[in-house]
Every structure is written in C-alpha cells, then in structure tokens.
C-alpha cells in the first residue's frame, strides 16, 4: 500500500493498521506522519523481525548462563584468581540493574574456601544458582480512588445580590447569604421580612417592591420596559423606620422587545472525522494574525479553498415560497407574541411546530423538495387570528386561579394560561391566595374584539385544546 493509499483512510483505521504492524508510540502522531511510519513498517523486508527489548528473565538467564560457562572454564586451570568470578558477578550485576530498578539482584554469598588446596573457589551449587533472578512482579493495577470533597454549601455568605435579565421582560435576581445570615436580618427587621427593591435608572423611588419568603434564595421579576437599565437592593425596615440595605446589585440592561437589525447569518462546515489539530494544520498557513480557527475557515470555505471534505449538505435551492410560507408560519404571530417571556415563547413554537409537522406542512423542507402542499393555490390570500394570554407570578407556594379555573405554577412562582380569543366582552378574575390563606390578592381583566374584515379573510387554525373565556 502507497502512501497516497495510507493517506486516503481516516486517523481510526490508520491506528488500527499500525496496531496490526505492532508500532509503538504512534498515539500522539499526525495523520501525516503516522501514514509515513505506516509505510516505511510495511516497505521493511518481511523476513527482518523487529528488534524488541529483552525483558529481565531472559536478561537474567543469558547472564547466569555466560557467567557458569565461565567459572567452569576458570575452575579449569588452578592458577586463575579469584577475582575473574567476582568481576562476571559484578558485570552481571550491573547488567540486571540496567533494564529494571525494580527487578535487584540478590547478594552474592561468601566464597567458600576449599579443602584440598586452601583456595577461595566458589562451589557448583553456588555456581549454579547464585545468579537466578526472581521474575519481576507486574505493576500493580492502579485503581481510581475518588477524593471526597465534600458537598458545596448552598451559599458562601458573602452578602452579594445578582442581577440579570432573563429576556425583554424578566429580570432573575440571585443573593448569596447563608440560612444564618438571612435568619439574622429577619431578626433585626421590624417585621421579620426580607425585601427585594427594583429600581429604573435614573429614578429615585423603587418600581417594585418583592416580599420574599423565609427559604427563597433567588426570584424572577416582571418588568413592564424592554431595553430599559434597572438594578436591585436587598433589604429590610428597622424599628426605627429607616430602610438598612444588605446589597446592592450591579445595572442590568434588558434587551430590545424587537427583532435584531443585524440580519446576517456565517455558516462554516467544520467535519467530525478530522481532528482540531489536523484541521488547524490545513489551514495555518492561511490565517490571518488573531484570526479564530472558525472565521478561517469561513473566509476560506467562501473563497473557494480546496479542502479534504465535503462542504455543507445539499438540500436544495430555497425558493421564494418557501420563505413566504415560512413567514406566514412563524413571522406575524411570532412578532406579536414577543411580550411574552422566552420560557412562554418556546412553548408556542413547540406546540405550533408539532401541529404543522403532523399537518404534513413541513413536507418541502425535505431534501427530495416535495411541493408544499399546504400553500394556498389561489394568487393574493391573508388569515389573522389572536389567542389571549394570561401570565404572572406569585409566591411560589400560592394558589392562583383564573376565571375561576386553578393554575399550575411554575418552581419559581410563574404562571401562564391562554386562552382562544373569538369576537365578545369577556370579564376574567385573576385571584391568588396565600399558603396560609389569610392574604388574598385580586385582580378583574377585561376584554373585548371585534373584528371586521374585508375582502375575504380567513383565520389561522388554532390549538383545539384551548378553551374560550366566558363571556362577560
């Protein structure tokens, strides 16, 4: 197999080629240069084994083989010194130590001294078996032992209050104090309560005022202005009338309640089969100084760079119907549903796009580019509909009821209901109640459409599970 071969596969099967060669140590290569190991392996004459490393037993037996051989021969002539025996065992001791620390000669025993002519010869037995060395032990198997750390506390008490917006509408507020810290200051408050202030810039008196519960540590805030700069205080009232304030929060900025004037969109293929480094090896002669891997590899995918992989996935060209269709969709209701927080906003699109999927609306989003089936036919058309939505929040623990009907809240105390919305007056009571149930806050909604039409319009479908309110 050539190079241009080796080259041709992917980095798995190359490893799994040299793992059938028996190469060591191609881990940590490049494709390139584990496809250059590859062939200079295969290019070598098959009848030339690979030199491998002895390992100490067989170290062991070719040096107390060469070492008998020697005292025998030395045994031989009696004027031979003694020291030709001890400098073998030294060698031979030496050699031992060199492949493995782990594996130690043992001690040589004293030469025991003759009786026929008085001189220090070693025995045969001696001879035989002064030099065997015990195999070494396998490494032992290491075995994961998990440092327990402890669990996290729920709060570091530093004092700090944190402020985000969640979306246009929503402000999430987090305070790091312990269940002692907060048990304290309800102790010093006038009436053993904890309070959220939220305040607009550049205003002086606080636009809302949270009453938080005993074990609240964070709360969602509903705010009226969309890019708009608010901030927060934690506190409590003293006895002696003055507010002391815990924390203050840093400015948040909620975002605009519209679409992004920045309407453009970069797509970049980057390939799964190819490492980050074999991709940043293609390309590194291509970047720009500070330039990221990605925005490389977008400027170069549009200027037409020749890569080793297939750009983007074909689905066919995207026709003016589709987008027409598309908007109608998703664009105007969508647009009028952005007063609703994200958590609401991604339950609509959920229920709406399960819907059209089941309708078969979706049909021309395939890659075969199958017709849309549940486009008008005829020229000019136009549908409108409403849905009426009611949200808020509350104690997380309350109970809230609409028109009468019970509520589910949510974890942190928000609440959603939509109704269908057809022509009339409709009255709604929105009512919530205390877990104790003795504090009760309410509030009448009304409404009232009227739609005329001209010129022939027709009506988006629905959810069939929404329910009408009842009528004033």
Known sequence: MNKADLLAKTKTELFKIAQRLGLRGVSTLNKEELADRIHVAQ?????????????????????ADAVKRRAVRRRAGADE????????????????????????????PEPVASKDNGATQPSTELSAHKFDVTP????????????????????YGTGQLFLTARDPHWLYAYWDLSWQQMADYRGQAADGRLLLRVYEKNHGDPIQVLTLGHDSRNWYIPVNKAATTYRAELGFWRH??????????RETATPPDAVSSDTTARFVTIPIHISFRDLFGIIRGHMRSGEALADALHRLQLAGFR??????????????????????????????????????ISEWLRRRMQEELS?????????????????????????????????????????????????????????SFHYSFPDGQYNLPVVAVSKAGDDKREVQLTFERQSRARGGVGAVKQPSQLKSPAAA
């Open 43 to 63: 290019e070598r004459p098959k009848g030339v084994a690979a030199k491998r490393p002895m390992g100490v037993g067989a170290i062991a037996r070719k040096v």
């Open 81 to 108: 010194p003694k020291r030709s025996v001890t400098k073998a065992a030294a060698a031979a001791k030496s050699q031992l130590e060199r492949p493995s620390r782990r594996a130690k000669a043992p001690v040589p």
């Open 136 to 155: 070494a032990l396998p490494p032992p198997r290491q075995v994961f032992s998990e440092e327990h750390l402890g669990e996290l506390p729920d709060a």
């Open 240 to 249: 002696d009338g003055q507010f002391h304030v815990i924390s203050h929060s």
């Open 307 to 344: 890569f080793p992989f297939k750009l983007g996935l074909e689905l066919g060209p995207w026709t003016a119907e589709q987008a027409a269709e598309l908007e109608r969709i998703l664009g105007g209701d969508l647009f009028r549903r952005i007063q609703m927080g994200s958590f609401e």
């Open 359 to 415: 309708s078969g609306m979706f049909s021309a989003f395939s890659p075969s580019g199958s017709s849309w089936s549940a486009a008008p036919q005829k020229g000019f058309w136009f549908a409108v509909n409403a849905e009426l939505i009611i949200y808020g929040a509350t104690e997380p623990d309350a109970t809230v009821t609409v028109d009468g009907k019970p509520i589910k809240l949510r974890s942190d105390g928000t609440f």
